[in-house]
Each structure stands twice: as structure tokens, then as C-alpha cells.
């Protein structure tokens, strides 16, 4: 009888830490703060536009933000953590010493002016502010508005180690993107979705210099990038160029949220060889076609992707807390 009963428990332990996260995410609901804080979400969009009125940077800066942090101890404002003489945060590994500073200036403004009101001081995540935020940018630059779930809590833990390995790079093909997007519980269909943020935003050249220079000793330029664009791409970016200079992500409508991204990649105009190959696999190609000619469909699964993205690693609990300053554990 004894060992029935280690065997149960056993077998319980099992089923809680496999249901752990979903219990996480479960928290989360659209009218999280309709008592404690009724107004975070107009009080967030304002700051929004107001930052968006200063530099159109704001927009992919908040949108990468938000996916460096979730894609790294889940979506808990880790990433905005300031390091400290005992402790290098995310932020300064160096996959993110690239995220615009506008992404990280939004979130402490919102966080400002929500405490500024009394019924919602220190009542609202810094990973809630974030993800609302995100949303608000992308509905700004001409994307979907879609309900924002809430409630999670910020995070106790922030290392620059275990960005490491986490955040998807430039070189990837479609197996390894595939890979690491199934690690955070999301698909093939999510993966592609989520991609077409780089309908927004710039690049340095050295992220994409080998495809222009140097892809392999049979073909110094990538074939599977159209040879205008790559012309002028090493026109943009000589091989001595300034590290300083960016290159639009989408240089047909580089500050409008939009399926234009695909329709890029169809004509091998995809910046990134982790771009282009979601038009170059034939896996993921039916995808990029349908999405390039129907912007309504590819909408709908972006916010569905979204939605999924932002219930990673959610916090709850003992597990995390409101911080006062979002740069700083409390």
C-alpha cells in the first residue's frame, strides 16, 4: 500500500508542474484591471502617442521589446531590468544592445503616468504596460486592434546568461525557427505571423552583410535575393560602411503594419535569410502566398499569434510582483 501511495503522489507532483503554466496563463483576462485600474489601457495609449508623435521609432521599438522579453523567462518585463554591479541584466547581452531605447522610454512613461493617478498607483505590471503597449503601436502604424489579455506580474530574475541561445537569429532556416518558436508553445502558422513584425523597423548592415558579400564561394550573394534589391542593398551598405547605419526592414512601407512583408518576400526581397526562407521552403511558402494576397486572414492569425505570445512565462503568485520602477527589482 505504501508504495501505491508514493506512486499517487508521485503521479500528482507530475500533473501540477505540467499544468503549472497553464494555470499561469489562465490568470490572464481582458478585464484585469476594470476595479484596481479602469483606465490603463487610455492612460497607456496616450503615452503611446505621444512618444509615436516624437520619433515613429517607438512603434518596432516597443514591438521588439516586447519579443526579446517574452521569448526570454517569458513575458515579465525582464528585459527592462537595469544592470548592476552584482548583476548583468538582459538587457546588455548583446542580442539586445539593439533594442531602440524609445521601447524601453515608453514603458517607464506609461508606468509614470499611471501612478501619477491614486486609484492605480503600483496596481499595474510593467509586463502588462509592455504588452499593452505593443498592441497600441501596432494599431497606430495601421494594424489590427485586438483585446489585450492581462494580469501578469513582473519578474524576480533577469540575466544576461540565459539570453543566450533564446532570441531567433538572422541566419536561421525554417527547422531551427520552428524549433525554437515550438520551445514558447507556438507553431509554423504563429512563427510566420509573428515574422511579419519586420514590417517595421531597421536593421544594422552586419546583420545581413553575408548575403550580400560573402554567402558561400560559389555565390558571394545570396540567390535567393533578388538581384536589384541586393544591388542596392550593397550600394546601402559598402562593405566598410558605418555600424551606425540602419537599413528599413521593409523598404516598401517601412513605418506601416501591413502583409506588404510578404508580398516582399515573394519578389526575394525578405532582408533576413531567416525572411526569406518562409517564401523559399516550400513548407511554409502557401502561408506567405495566402497572407501576401489576403492582408484580412494574415490579421486574423497575428493576433491570434500575439495573444498566444503574450501567455508565455507568465508570472503569478509567489513568482512575481508589481515593481515600483520597472528598471529595477523592488
Aim: proline share 5%; net charge neutral; hydrophobic share 40%.
Amino acid at each position: 500500500m505504501g508504495g501505491l501511495h508514493i506512486l499517487i503522489a508521485v503521479l500528482l507532483i507530475s500533473c501540477v508542474s505540467i499544468f503549472l503554466p497553464e494555470l499561469a496563463s489562465a490568470q490572464l483576462r481582458t478585464n484585469y484591471y476594470a476595479k484596481t485600474c479602469p483606465n490603463v489601457e487610455s492612460i497607456v495609449r496616450n503615452v503611446v502617442n505621444q512618444k509615436i508623435q516624437q520619433t515613429i521609432i517607438t512603434v518596432p521599438a516597443v514591438l521588439r521589446l516586447f519579443f526579446h522579453d517574452c521569448f526570454v523567462e517569458g513575458c515579465d518585463s525582464s528585459v527592462i531590468i537595469a544592470s548592476t554591479p552584482g548583476n548583468t541584466a538582459e538587457k546588455d547581452h548583446p542580442d539586445n544592445l539593439s533594442l531602440a531605447g524609445d521601447g524601453f522610454d515608453t514603458v517607464v512613461k506609461a508606468k509614470a503616468a499611471i501612478d501619477a493617478n491614486p486609484i492605480c498607483k503600483n496596481r499595474v505590471s510593467c509586463a502588462d504596460i509592455l504588452a499593452i503597449a505593443t498592441r497600441d503601436v501596432i494599431e497606430l502604424s495601421g494594424g489590427p486592434r485586438y483585446q489585450v489579455e492581462l494580469g501578469r506580474l513582473d519578474g524576480f530574475t533577469s540575466k544576461a546568461s540565459n539570453v543566450e541561445g533564446n532570441l531567433p537569429k538572422p541566419t536561421f532556416n525554417l527547422d531551427q525557427l520552428n524549433s525554437m518558436f515550438a520551445s514558447h508553445g507556438l507553431d509554423q502558422t504563429d512563427m510566420i505571423a509573428l515574422s511579419a513584425a519586420h514590417t517595421l523597423g531597421a536593421s544594422h548592415c552586419n546583420k545581413f552583410s553575408n548575403r550580400i558579400y560573402n554567402f558561400s564561394p560559389k555565390n558571394p550573394v545570396d540567390p535567393t535575393l533578388s538581384k536589384t534589391f541586393a544591388a542596392q542593398l550593397q550600394q546601402m551598405c559598402p562593405k566598410n560602411v558605418d555600424p551606425q547605419i540602419v537599413i528599413n526592414m521593409d523598404p516598401i512601407t517601412p513605418n506601416t503594419f501591413d502583409n506588404v512583408y510578404f508580398q516582399n518576400l515573394q519578389k526575394g526581397m525578405g532582408l533576413f535569410t531567416s525572411d526569406q526562407v518562409l517564401f523559399t521552403d516550400k513548407r511554409s511558402k502557401g502561408t506567405v502566398d495566402l497572407w501576401a494576397s489576403n492582408s484580412k486572414v494574415f490579421q486574423t492569425a497575428f493576433v491570434n499569434a500575439m495573444t498566444k505570445l503574450g501567455r508565455v512565462g507568465v508570472k503569478s503568485g509567489k513568482n512575481g510582483n508589481i515593481r515600483r520602477d520597472c528598471g529595477a527589482f523592488n
